[in-house]
């Protein structure tokens, strides 16, 4: 019988848990009902107490640690944070998201506790197999083009569960029983001073937004009366991103251009892109319910980026572009200047 740990841990605010730790606690409570084994959630933060009350009616057992010194996402106050988290719930599986804070310190965490790792994970299951019942979890490989199902005999086994695979837990909050666990704070050499974030109205990506908007190289090229409009073309997209929350991704043969507002290959650019916004090749597969797709042409690597958005629309001119040929659900045979130009001033008079 396995003793199923979720960790998580809370936002910037301090006293609620990100969505991926939600997500992470679905999969821990689906797999503890499939196992029957006994379940647990950990919860690391300022106030984790706090947190808890979101998960409590998950009937799991609740730990929390708590304090100053976990305000900030440090690697010594973490790992220790987290085994002690492991360690009162004698956990055998644990389950974590794959978060920036806790991606960099399980690892360490595990191998602290004699354990073993797997990271990408996109489901965990029961599963049957010559020795009977077993977990067996499944991830991808090579940039995601590979997926494999794994499973392993030595516990504790750490899972990094990548963020959109799981509907986040959404139960009613209610009053919480946790059990606060004492850490023993190590050595601090490290002072967090602030956040630098850029300023809301330049940001292009957004991991939560219900829609993801592709942008091609089409952008930049020559329009059919001839010219280069790629001023024009920045202005639609960055409005379009504006007005709609949409997140912003691009083709990698766009952002192979420069992106200091200098020609690349002959061809003008748009400066708000970096590699950060690619789809595809970099191994980057956003997870949005929806995904529009402009002045691309749908070709490998960069629709491989596309298997987890669920409902996907393309605009172009070519109607033999690839996305015609079952990449798309819908393709509108147009031009995407006037079409985001029309979408745009749609969007601005519905505007309160």
Same mark, same amino acid.
Not at 122 to 138: L, R
Not at 223 to 249: C, N, W, Y
Not at 320 to 332: E, F, I
């Given at each position: 019988?396995?003793?199923?740990?979720?960790?998580?841990?809370?936002?910037?605010?301090?006293?609620?848990?990100?969505?991926?730790?939600?997500?992470?606690?679905?999969?821990?409570?689906?797999?503890?009902?499939?196992?029957?084994?006994?379940?647990?959630?950990?919860?690391?933060?300022?106030?984790?107490?706090?947190?808890?009350?979101?998960?409590? +009616?998950?009937?799991?057992?609740?730990? =929390?640690?708590?304090?100053? @010194?976990? &305000?900030? !996402? *440090?690697? #010594?106050?973490? %790992? /220790?944070?987290?085994? +002690?988290?492991?360690?009162?719930?004698? =956990?055998?599986?644990?389950? @974590?998201? &794959?978060? !920036? *804070?806790? #991606?960099?310190? %399980? /690892?360490?965490?595990?191998?602290?506790?004699?354990?073993?790792?797997?990271?990408?994970?996109?489901?965990?299951?029961? !599963?049957?197999? #010559?020795?009977?019942? /077993?977990?067996?979890?499944?991830?991808?490989?090579?940039?995601?083009?590979?997926?494999?199902?794994?499973?392993?005999?030595?516990?504790?086994?750490?899972?990094?569960?990548?963020?959109?695979?799981?509907?986040?837990?959404?139960?009613?909050?209610?009053?919480?029983?946790?059990?606060?666990?004492?850490?023993?704070?190590?050595?601090?050499?490290?002072?967090?001073?602030?956040?630098?974030?850029?300023?809301?109205?330049?940001?292009?990506?957004?991991?939560?937004?219900?829609?993801?908007?592709?942008?091609?190289?089409?952008?930049?090229?020559?329009?059919?009366?001839?010219?280069?409009?790629?001023?024009?073309?920045?202005?639609?997209?960055?409005?379009?991103?504006?007005?709609?929350?949409?997140?912003?991704?691009?083709?990698?043969?766009?952002?192979?251009?420069?992106?200091?507002?200098?020609?690349?290959?002959?061809?003008?650019?748009?400066?708000?892109?970096?590699?950060?916004?690619?789809?595809?090749?970099?191994?980057?597969?956003?997870?949005?319910?929806?995904?529009?797709?402009?002045?691309?042409?749908?070709?490998?690597?960069?629709?491989?980026?596309?298997?987890?958005?669920?409902?996907?629309?393309?605009?172009?001119?070519?109607?033999?572009?690839?996305?015609?040929?079952?990449?798309?659900?819908?393709?509108?045979?147009?031009?995407?200047?006037?079409?985001?130009?029309?979408?745009?001033?749609?969007?601005?008079?519905?505007?309160?």
């Amino acid at each position: 019988m396995e003793t199923i740990l979720v960790l998580t841990h809370v936002d910037d605010g301090g006293a609620a848990l990100t969505r991926a730790s939600l997500e992470t606690v679905t999969a821990g409570l689906e797999l503890s009902r499939q196992s029957g084994s006994s379940f647990a959630i950990g919860i690391l933060g300022l106030d984790a107490e706090a947190a808890a009350g979101a998960v409590a +009616a998950t009937g799991a057992r609740l730990f =929390a640690v708590s304090g100053e @010194a976990f &305000a900030q !996402a *440090r690697y #010594a106050t973490d %790992a /220790a944070g987290c085994e +002690a988290l492991c360690r009162a719930a004698q =956990a055998t599986l644990i389950l @974590a998201p &794959a978060s !920036a *804070r806790f #991606a960099r310190i %399980a /690892a360490g965490v595990a191998h602290r506790l004699g354990g073993v790792i797997d990271t990408h994970i996109a489901d965990v299951q029961m !599963a049957s197999n #010559a020795g009977g019942q /077993a977990i067996e979890a499944t991830r991808w490989f090579y940039r995601q083009r590979i997926e494999a199902v794994i499973g392993r005999e030595l516990r504790p086994w750490f899972l990094l569960l990548d963020a959109g695979t799981h509907a986040a837990y959404a139960g009613e909050p209610v009053a919480a029983q946790v059990e606060s666990i004492a850490v023993a704070v190590p050595a601090v050499r490290t002072v967090v001073e602030g956040f630098r974030a850029p300023m809301r109205g330049t940001q292009t990506i957004r991991p939560d937004a219900r829609l993801l908007f592709v942008a091609g190289a089409g952008w930049t090229k020559k329009q059919p009366d001839g010219q280069v409009h790629v001023s024009e073309a920045g202005e639609q997209i960055l409005s379009f991103l504006r007005l709609s929350g949409a997140s912003l991704g691009s083709s990698k043969s766009l952002t192979d251009q420069k992106a200091d507002g200098q020609a690349g290959e002959d061809q003008p650019v748009l400066p708000f892109l970096t590699h950060l916004n690619q789809i595809g090749q970099t191994g980057s597969t956003p997870r949005h319910p929806k995904g529009l797709s402009t002045c691309c042409h749908g070709e490998e690597p960069h629709a491989v980026g596309w298997r987890f958005i669920s409902e996907r629309r393309a605009i172009s001119l070519d109607a033999n572009c690839g996305w015609t040929r079952g990449k798309a659900d819908v393709v509108y045979v147009a031009d995407a200047f006037q079409v985001m130009a029309r979408v745009n001033a749609l969007l601005e008079a519905r505007k309160p």
